[in-house]
């Protein structure tokens, strides 16, 4: 190897693990600190090992009710969501997955036209209130039921399927549904999983929609929850802090924490089919 | 297998339409209502009279947001921080695929790139918590970091004069990893060939990049650049309204999030409707010109 090759190769690899770390470092941070006490936390003797070891954080915000119901809040929201975007997303894709289809390009450029122009807020908004979905969580899930990019990337999923086999199920007398439901969606398994798993974290990681719909405390999602804690430093959560080892700090890192780990532990699973889920709609364009 | 007597078409295909029309009504009301409800930026609109019965007062909002100061603010706001993004945040993710693309031990980069890809699964709630906590002058590792340099501890969240720049590397930190799967895949697609050919011609590594590696991820910048050029108005609003706060307005505030914040909130419905009309026209046009443009000088477009 050359000189100049193998100086571009050791700069390389110690810039990608320095960039790692960089992803790394501030995660490592706050699980240091949600474990450790407060005044060691203020005084800023905290770096990525927790100092003064306590329990006293997460103690603090998983004895808060609030925080449960936002956790089972968003929970619904991402199974019924993610069941309903994945209902409608796979049926109006394999209906428009058929090329004899009448109207078929009419309809596609009516939703790739949405792509363009999204919904403006203020009248979305509008729209969801006369519909009398504020304060309810339909507000968070029919209003982005489908997703006109995962639409795009089934269709040509359910295209990518031999026509033989659904011809020869018609042919013994099947209708589309009992296809679709028989033949077409078991074959399509990992794209299914895979646009489930998007709608998912979507539907997990999401806050701007209840900000907006939802006004009821009761029914806020963990996230909205969350943001007003590390932002607006909700008061009613943070004096939970009763005694000396817990600090507002300390509180808020476990907080991140509480959040943070049901991706953490799914992430190692599902980072595969996101791979191959975004590569799939790259080809698309 | 024709049946005896043709039925009419619809009633053959009734299956079918009736799977696509509960996602085309989904289309229309949620997509195609409100875009049609974008009439009330001509309109007073009153919540009690509703959009059929607010008076129309003609281009009066469109006239009000060019005399508002306020409004050259945001716009100048998000420009600048949307051109950042196009400086700093377009180009990192090439770069990095370049970069680990270089990478021939397979472990490494493997590893390397699940965890780049990690913040992107992260909420904004909790990259902006991190962000806060990371700039923090009392506990952040950032300020620990400057204070070792040498320098003095800084109050980033409340500093008008940063907040730009936090918006723009966050945002990076976050999408930088995520962004590069759609160029590894287009630089996975070039055949080896023509580095073996390149070689023997006696080109070296860089001239390579230049040469090959290059102009094949072209069509592929081109086409997430034009897209990102029509959305130049459109910054996201969870990103920025978890890092904003009052002190920051002035220089952080972007059309999302003042559209929330005045449109929503502070019920200026009509207003808002017309700023958000603005950006989805000006998004357009500027769509269809760089789309003109880069047919004519890459023959790149995205139709």
Request: hydrophobic content about 50%; proline content about 5%.
């Given at each position: 190897?050359?000189?100049?090759?193998?100086?571009?190769?050791?700069?390389?690899?110690?810039?990608?693990?320095?960039?790692?770390?960089?992803?790394?470092?501030?995660?490592?941070h706050?699980l240091?600190?949600?474990?450790?006490?407060?005044?060691?936390?203020?005084?800023?003797?905290?770096?990525?090992?927790?100092?003064?070891f306590?329990?006293?954080n997460?103690q603090?915000?998983?004895?808060?009710p609030k925080?449960w119901?936002?956790?089972?809040?968003?929970?619904?929201?991402?199974?019924?969501?993610?069941?309903?975007?994945?209902t409608?997303?796979?049926l109006?894709s394999?209906?428009?997955?058929?090329?004899?289809?009448?109207g078929?390009?009419?309809?596609?450029?009516?939703?790739?036209?949405?792509m363009?122009?999204?919904?403006?807020?203020?009248?979305?908004?509008l729209?969801?209130?006369?519909?009398?979905?504020?304060n309810?969580?339909?507000s968070?899930?029919?209003?982005g039921?489908?997703?006109a990019?995962?639409?795009i990337?089934?269709?040509?999923?359910?295209?990518?399927i031999?026509?033989?086999?659904?011809?020869?199920?018609?042919?013994?007398?099947?209708?589309?549904?009992?296809?679709?439901?028989?033949?077409?969606?078991?074959l399509?398994?990992?794209?299914?999983?895979?646009?489930?798993?998007?709608y998912?974290?979507?539907h997990w990681?999401?806050?701007?929609?209840?900000?907006?719909?939802?006004?009821n405390?009761?029914?806020?999602?963990?996230?909205v929850?969350?943001?007003?804690l590390l932002v607006?430093?909700?008061e009613?959560?943070?004096?939970r802090?009763?005694?000396?080892?817990?600090?507002?700090?300390?509180?808020?890192?476990?907080?991140i924490?509480?959040?943070?780990?049901?991706?953490?532990?799914?992430?190692p699973?599902?980072q595969?089919?996101?791979v191959?889920?975004a590569m799939?709609?790259?080809?698309?364009? | 297998?024709?049946?005896?007597?043709?039925?009419?078409y619809?009633?053959?295909?009734?299956?079918?339409?009736s799977?696509?029309?509960?996602?085309?009504?989904y289309f229309l009301?949620f997509?195609?209502?409100?875009?049609?409800?974008?009439?009330?930026a001509?309109?007073?609109?009153?919540?009690?009279k509703?959009?059929?019965?607010?008076p129309y007062?003609?281009?009066?909002h469109?006239?009000n947001?060019?005399t508002?100061p306020e409004?050259?603010?945001v716009?100048?706001n998000?420009?600048?921080?949307?051109l950042?993004?196009?400086?700093?945040?377009?180009p990192?993710?090439?770069?990095l695929?370049?970069l680990?693309?270089?990478?021939?031990?397979?472990?490494?980069?493997?590893?390397?790139?699940?965890?780049?890809?990690?913040?992107?699964?992260?909420s904004?709630?909790?990259?902006?918590?991190?962000?806060?906590n990371?700039?923090?002058p009392t506990?952040?590792?950032?300020?620990d970091?400057?204070e070792?340099?040498?320098?003095?501890?800084?109050?980033?969240?409340?500093e008008?004069?940063f907040?730009?720049?936090?918006?723009?590397?966050?945002?990076?930190w976050?999408?930088?990893?995520?962004?590069t799967?759609?160029?590894?895949?287009?630089?996975?697609?070039?055949?080896?060939e023509y580095?073996?050919?390149?070689?023997?011609?006696?080109a070296?590594?860089?001239?390579q990049v230049?040469?090959?590696?290059?102009?094949?991820?072209?069509p592929?910048?081109?086409?997430l650049?034009?897209?990102?050029?029509?959305?130049?108005?459109?910054?996201g609003?969870?990103?920025?309204?978890?890092?904003?706060?009052p002190?920051?307005?002035?220089?952080?505030?972007?059309f999302?999030?003042?559209?929330?914040r005045v449109?929503?909130?502070?019920?200026?419905?009509?207003?808002?409707t017309?700023?958000?009309?603005?950006?989805?026209?000006?998004?357009?046009?500027?769509?269809?010109?760089?789309n003109?443009?880069?047919?004519?000088?890459?023959?790149?477009?995205l139709?």
């Amino acid at each position: 190897m050359q000189p100049s090759r193998r100086a571009f190769v050791v700069f390389n690899y110690i810039f990608l693990t320095l960039l790692s770390l960089a992803m790394l470092l501030p995660f490592l941070h706050i699980l240091a600190g949600s474990f450790s006490s407060g005044p060691a936390i203020t005084q800023g003797r905290v770096s990525i090992v927790p100092v003064e070891f306590t329990l006293g954080n997460f103690q603090a915000v998983l004895g808060d009710p609030k925080i449960w119901r936002s956790f089972w809040v968003t929970i619904l929201i991402t199974v019924v969501g993610t069941a309903v975007n994945l209902t409608a997303t796979s049926l109006m894709s394999y209906g428009l997955s058929k090329h004899e289809l009448k109207g078929r390009s009419a309809i596609v450029l009516i939703v790739l036209f949405t792509m363009i122009f999204p919904a403006p807020m203020i009248p979305s908004y509008l729209l969801v209130k006369e519909l009398g979905l504020l304060n309810s969580v339909w507000s968070l899930v029919v209003p982005g039921a489908i997703s006109a990019f995962n639409m795009i990337i089934m269709i040509s999923f359910f295209r990518g399927i031999p026509e033989g086999l659904t011809e020869s199920a018609r042919i013994d007398g099947a209708g589309e549904y009992y296809t679709l439901w028989k033949i077409v969606l078991p074959l399509s398994l990992p794209s299914l999983s895979t646009i489930g798993l998007f709608y998912a974290v979507g539907h997990w990681n999401s806050y701007a929609q209840a900000l907006m719909y939802i006004r009821n405390q009761e029914l806020f999602p963990l996230q909205v929850l969350l943001r007003r804690l590390l932002v607006d430093s909700d008061e009613q959560m943070l004096i939970r802090v009763n005694n000396a080892v817990q600090s507002v700090e300390g509180i808020k890192m476990a907080s991140i924490m509480v959040a943070t780990i049901p991706i953490l532990l799914v992430y190692p699973f599902i980072q595969k089919h996101f791979v191959k889920g975004a590569m799939l709609g790259s080809i698309k364009g | 297998m024709a049946p005896p007597k043709k039925k009419p078409y619809l009633l053959r295909h009734w299956a079918i339409y009736s799977m696509i029309l509960p996602g085309l009504l989904y289309f229309l009301t949620f997509k195609y209502i409100p875009l049609t409800g974008s009439i009330i930026a001509f309109q007073d609109y009153n919540i009690f009279k509703g959009v059929f019965g607010s008076p129309y007062v003609g281009w009066k909002h469109f006239e009000n947001l060019f005399t508002l100061p306020e409004f050259f603010q945001v716009l100048r706001n998000t420009l600048l921080i949307s051109l950042y993004q196009l400086a700093f945040g377009f180009p990192a993710p090439i770069l990095l695929a370049l970069l680990l693309n270089e990478v021939r031990k397979l472990a490494f980069k493997r590893i390397s790139q699940t965890v780049l890809y990690l913040p992107h699964f992260m909420s904004w709630v909790i990259v902006g918590g991190l962000v806060i906590n990371f700039l923090s002058p009392t506990i952040g590792l950032f300020n620990d970091f400057l204070e070792w340099l040498g320098f003095e501890r800084i109050f980033f969240m409340q500093e008008p004069k940063f907040i730009r720049s936090i918006i723009v590397t966050s945002g990076i930190w976050k999408e930088v990893g995520w962004n590069t799967i759609i160029y590894l895949a287009a630089l996975a697609g070039i055949n080896p060939e023509y580095y073996e050919a390149a070689e023997v011609d006696g080109a070296g590594k860089f001239r390579q990049v230049v040469s090959i590696t290059l102009p094949a991820l072209l069509p592929t910048i081109m086409v997430l650049l034009l897209l990102r050029i029509g959305h130049i108005l459109d910054l996201g609003f969870e990103q920025i309204y978890m890092l904003l706060n009052p002190l920051l307005w002035d220089n952080g505030e972007v059309f999302d999030t003042y559209i929330y914040r005045v449109g929503l909130l502070g019920g200026q419905y009509s207003y808002t409707t017309a700023i958000d009309m603005f950006k989805a026209v000006v998004g357009f046009i500027l769509l269809m010109g760089a789309n003109r443009l880069s047919k004519k000088t890459t023959g790149n477009s995205l139709y």
